[in-house]
């Protein structure tokens, strides 16, 4: 079936470091492309979204990348906080459901 | 408030017994959505619905069952045919199709088989 691989399942860094998740996609066809926070405990939440029709968004310390020819996109954290420590998920859609990747938990370590 | 509400928050079974998890919204959309979480899996469809009256199985339907008799009504049921049910699960929702944008998420409901 369709699915979204998503790599690291853990990663650390230092405050103030960059964090970067990597997720590739199966079909083709898909054409919008969420990232969600998870914080523990919580329901996880759209931090950012891109279209197929764009290949880069970013809204203040975060950025999403998409490569449509490769079928992988990805999140950027840049300048890290605390706060920041989650699970992280990328998904993407087939036909009308949304598939998500396994997550990466990210610990960033003040 | 507008949200998407799930009931109950904890749930303990016995196996054999079937259970019912509930999920309301009042956000007015139309799609639906059933995700189970286990630990190093992400999130896997169960079953979603796009429209009152219909429903279409997800990644792991086996041993669930649904309904969405109204727009604001997703009911769970995990059947004792389910052979690993412990597990967290996440009822959403969205505007229209998932391609239309964000997904809402409930709180969960994590349920305990004994």
């Known amino acids: 079936g369709e699915n979204v691989e998503q790599h690291p399942s853990t990663l650390s860094v230092q405050e103030g470091d960059s964090a970067v998740i990597k997720c590739t996609y199966s079909d083709s066809a898909s054409n919008y492309f969420p990232w969600y926070k998870q914080e523990l405990g919580k329901r996880p939440q759209l931090i950012i979204d891109?279209?197929?029709?764009?290949g880069e968004k970013k809204d203040q310390r975060i950025a999403v990348t998409l490569n449509k020819t490769a079928k992988h996109f990805s999140l950027h954290i840049t300048e890290t906080q605390p706060e920041d420590s989650a699970v992280y998920f990328c998904?993407?859609?087939?036909?009308?459901?949304?598939?998500f990747g396994a997550g990466t938990r990210l610990t960033v370590k003040p | 408030d507008g949200g998407i509400t799930q009931s109950p928050k904890y749930l303990f079974r016995k196996e054999g017994q079937n259970v019912t998890l509930s999920c309301e919204q009042n956000l007015n959309h139309d799609a639906m959505y059933w995700y189970r979480q286990d630990p190093g899996q992400g999130l896997r469809l169960i079953y979603y619905?796009?429209?009152?009256?219909?429903?279409q199985k997800g990644d792991i339907a086996e041993g669930y069952s649904v309904s969405r008799e109204k727009k604001e009504s997703f009911p769970l049921t995990v059947t004792s045919a389910q052979k690993n049910p412990t597990a967290f699960y996440l009822c959403?929702?969205?505007?229209?199709?998932?391609?239309?944008?964000?997904?809402?998420f409930g709180e969960g409901s994590r349920l305990t088989v004994l």
């Open positions: 619905s796009q429209i009152v009256n219909d429903f």
């Open positions: 959403a929702s969205s505007i229209r199709t998932a391609n239309t944008g964000e997904l809402f």
């Open positions: 891109i279209r197929s029709n764009v």
């Open positions: 998904a993407a859609t087939f036909d009308n459901d949304m598939r």
